[in-house]
């Protein structure tokens, strides 16, 4: 069975500092897709990355990074020098290559104090 | 613009009524989706259409029903069936299943008294 968990239920950090949010899956697929998405305050998820699993390379995007390690299984995000509009839930997913449905973690929610 | 519009953003039903949520996508996406958010339960998936006159159960089936009549409309009727119909409903299509991201809509926050 396919499950996701973040085992960070809630965060709080002071402006300006880095924050990572954990990932961990477990599949017994060979290929398979890991996502992030963004979901501020007005409700609406927000996607943010799809990654495959044959491609473990780091991707940055802005202030925005994430860290894909197989070894660990796990699919970590990190942001550099948090905004206080960075406050949000945050949710990791997965699916497998011939699956129909993606499988959301349960959801970080990230506040950054001013 | 293209995306998905869920209306209303707020809907309050008497217990024991059937209720309809719209979403309406122009994306022309293939797939849509429905999730349920409950606080500190993540998203649930209630249903799923891959295409128009098709559409699968998702976990939490029960208690709902839907229709996917044309490519760009999922709606979604929580029955009087459903125990605990109130909880904040989100809507996603995507342009294929499985790997391909899903976006989302603004989400009905559903009040049943």
């Known amino acids: 069975a396919q499950k996701v968990t973040q085992a960070q239920t809630e965060i709080s950090v002071v402006e300006k500092e880095d924050v990572t949010l954990d990932c961990v899956y477990e599949?017994?697929?060979?290929?398979?897709?890991l996502f992030w998405y963004k979901q501020p305050p007005s409700g609406e998820l927000v996607f943010l990355i799809r990654?495959?699993?044959?491609?473990?390379q780091n991707e940055i995007s802005g202030r925005y990074s994430w860290n894909f390690q197989k070894s660990t299984s796990s699919f970590n995000f990190t942001i550099t020098a948090s905004q206080v509009v960075d406050s949000a839930v945050y949710f990791c997913?997965?699916?497998?290559?011939?699956?129909?449905?993606?499988?959301f973690g349960k959801g970080t929610r990230l506040h950054i104090l001013p | 613009d293209g995306g998905i519009t869920q209306s209303p953003k707020y809907l309050f039903r008497k217990e024991g009524q059937n209720v309809t949520l719209s979403c309406e996508q122009n994306?022309?996406?293939?797939?849509m989706y429905w999730y349920r958010q409950d606080p500190g339960q993540g998203l649930r998936l209630i249903y799923y259409?891959?295409?128009?006159?098709?559409?699968q159960k998702g976990d939490i089936a029960e208690g709902y029903s839907v229709s996917r009549e044309k490519k760009e409309s999922f709606p979604l009727t929580v029955t009087s069936a459903q125990k605990n119909p109130t909880a904040f409903y989100l809507c996603?299509?995507?342009?294929?299943?499985?790997?391909?991201?899903?976006?989302f809509g603004p989400g009905t926050r559903l009040t049943v008294t």
């Open positions: 259409s891959q295409i128009v006159n098709d559409f």
């Open positions: 990654r495959n699993s044959f491609d473990e």
């Open positions: 996603a299509s995507s342009s294929g299943q499985g790997p391909y991201e899903q976006y």
């Open positions: 994306l022309n996406h293939d797939a």
């Open positions: 997913a997965l699916s497998g290559y011939r699956d129909d449905k993606i499988i």
């Open positions: 599949t017994r697929d060979t290929t398979y897709y």
